[in-house]
């Protein structure tokens, strides 16, 4: 779940990132456990983003770019933003902000009052 608030903070507004810019943006987090080797690998790599990804339902994705006309194109492997927002919303408790903004807007009833007609 570390890794999908992660990616959550590292989207940011973002609709969609290449896996290089993700695992580049991971890695430079503060406090970032992403970063650093692991038995002379990278501690998160391409493979493993998708292999810690894949039980909550997210895949990669592919899409064509090009710098402007007169360039070819380019296919870009990464991850859209629509992918990942269900695997947020189910396993990412919302933050006390969210929570308090929730809370402020529900209507309590007193149990003593009297029923309207």
Known sequence: MRLLRD?????GDEERLSTDEILSC??????????????????M?????????????????????????STERTTIRGYRRSNLTEAWERWIPMT??????????VEILDDDAPESV
């Open 45 to 69: 790599t391409a493979r493993k983003l998708a292999d810690v990804l894949r039980p909550y339902g997210v895949r990669p994705a592919k899409w064509n770019t090009r710098k402007d006309a």
């Open 26 to 43: 991971l890695r430079n987090l503060p406090d970032s456990e992403w970063s650093g080797l692991e038995y002379g690998e990278p501690i």
């Open 7 to 11: 990616l959550r903070f590292v989207f």
């Open 96 to 105: 006390l902000g969210a929570l308090r903004e929730e809370a402020s807007e």
